[in-house]
């Protein structure tokens, strides 16, 4: 069985995994799509939860069997990826998939799955805005801000290959905004 894909795509501090969370709080029929990545666990992450965390070695060997939808080489030796068994798993559970990748990945999954994909674009109000928001989390030093920062300006320019784009200014209007949309690619 074959459903549809939610793509929430955005530069980081962005605010795509609070629109992702509640949109999954609305009774729509939605399940999240648990990317795979090799980076460290944070704090607060739990494994086949918030990703599914691999070392380096299963993951390059998970490119070679082509086992992903998608996959990237965000940051040197960083890597994430959608696995085909996590998008099975929802279809044949009978739900659609959301997912909350970013920029490119999100490309890839537009490309990936055509008309069965609404790909969304949360764009933050400005760069400036965006930065505080990478501060105000406290999870990462300052070469990794920077980093985040120049990656970010660069995915703004990637806005205009999206179905929408919603710039989240207030969390609030950005999530109501997304629902309305949401609501009416199922209701197709």
């Known amino acids: 069985m074959e459903g549809k894909c939610i793509i929430l795509c955005a530069p980081s501090g962005a605010g795509k995994t609070s629109i992702t969370k509640y949109l999954l709080e609305q009774d729509l029929g939605l399940e999240f799509s648990i990317s795979a990545c090799n980076r460290e666990k944070r704090e607060n992450e739990v494994d086949g939860v918030d990703y599914y965390f691999l070392n380096t070695a299963d993951f390059k060997r ?3 069997n082509e086992e992903f939808v ?3 080489e965000v940051y040197k030796d960083n890597f994430y990826g959608t696995l085909k068994t996590e998008i099975n798993r929802i ?3 009978g739900k659609n998939v959301i997912f909350d990748v970013d920029v490119e990945g999100g490309l890839s999954l537009t490309k990936h799955f055509g008309e069965k994909a609404l790909a969304i674009f949360i764009k933050p109000p400005s760069v400036e805005a965006l930065e505080e928001r990478l501060r105000s989390r406290g999870t990462e030093d300052e070469e990794k801000i920077q980093k985040r920062l120049a990656k970010a300006e660069k ?3 990637y806005a205009k290959w999206f179905d929408t784009v919603i710039v989240n200014e207030n969390l ?3 999530q109501q905004e997304v629902l309305t949309i949401v609501k009416s690619f199922l209701r197709k």
Do not use: F, P, Q
Request: charged share 40%.
């Open 91 to 93: 279809w044949n559970s």
């Open 62 to 64: 998970r490119i070679e």
């Open 172 to 174: 609030e209007i950005a």
């Open 155 to 157: 995915e703004l320019g």
């Open 70 to 72: 998608e996959w990237e």
